[in-house]
């Protein structure tokens, strides 16, 4: 059974239009992770939740925001999107931050959903 | 800042033979490192990790990794290769994000083909 559940598979949406990509997860894990991954690129991280707490990494783009109305869901929003932002969104959660508990960590990726911008 | 080097855009081995996959990481403390596999269609699996201790790490399906401090390598190995295998593999390094906590930074991935 899915654990960590991202939809829809693939997402089209127009330049400039904005887009929402979901997450859920049935783990109760604190932490939710968005990656951005490019073709043939590797996973980038755009920002985490702890909880409620959000983290953004440096070089993400403002265009870029989340959510997460609780612990089961987060949401992945993009405001204005543009033709490089066509790329596979990631989610990911761990029980804890990773470093907490070192023996036991590991992250759980969802499927991804493919997005493309006409 | 953390980087992970992996040289081999795309690698094809039939079925049966040996299997090395090259990681090279740029870190500078003691590094936390992991192998993860992505089956099309699907998310990345954690295939195994090194945080300390012995440097030669076993992981699931018949995975191995070895540690070299050295050469600031992480290479993962499988002696026997079977179609099922046939993924991307992607490397990382856990870099301390601050109050103990690490964030992990991935390479660009090496695509495994299988012949059989």
């Known amino acids: 059974d899915a654990m960590v559940i991202q939809n829809p598979r693939y997402q089209v949406t127009q330049f400039g239009k904005p887009v929402t990509l979901s997450c859920s997860q049935t783990l109760n894990h604190n932490v939710m992770y968005w990656y951005q991954q490019k073709s043939s690129q590797a996973p980038k991280l755009l920002f985490h939740y702890y909880d409620k707490d959000f983290n953004n990494e440096a070089d993400t783009p403002d265009n870029f925001q989340s959510r997460r109305p609780n612990t089961s869901f987060c949401f992945l929003d993009i405001r204005s999107p543009g033709l490089g932002d066509a790329a596979m969104y990631l989610c990911?959660?761990?029980?804890?931050?990773?470093?907490?508990?070192?023996?036991?960590?590991?992250?759980?990726f969802g499927s991804g959903t493919q997005l493309s911008v006409l | 800042a953390q980087s992970v080097t992996q040289p081999d855009i795309h690698i094809t081995v039939s079925e049966g033979a040996s299997l090395e996959l090259r990681c090279n990481y740029s870190y500078g403390a003691t590094p936390y490192l992991f192998w993860y596999v992505q089956s099309p269609g699907q998310g990345l699996q954690l295939l195994l990790k090194?945080?300390?201790?012995?440097?030669l790490v076993q992981g699931i399906k018949g995975f191995e990794a070895e540690f070299k401090r050295s050469q600031s390598s992480f290479n993962l190995r499988k002696p026997s290769v079977h179609w099922s295998d046939a993924a991307e593999y992607f490397c990382?390094?856990?870099?301390?994000?601050?109050?103990?906590?690490?964030?992990?930074?991935f390479g660009k991935g090496t695509k495994l083909s299988v012949i059989p």
């Open positions: 990911a959660t761990s029980r804890d931050l990773l470093g907490s508990e070192a023996t036991n960590e590991k992250l759980f």
């Open positions: 990382a390094v856990g870099a301390s994000s601050g109050a103990g906590s690490y964030q992990l930074t």
């Open positions: 090194y945080f300390s201790g012995d440097t």
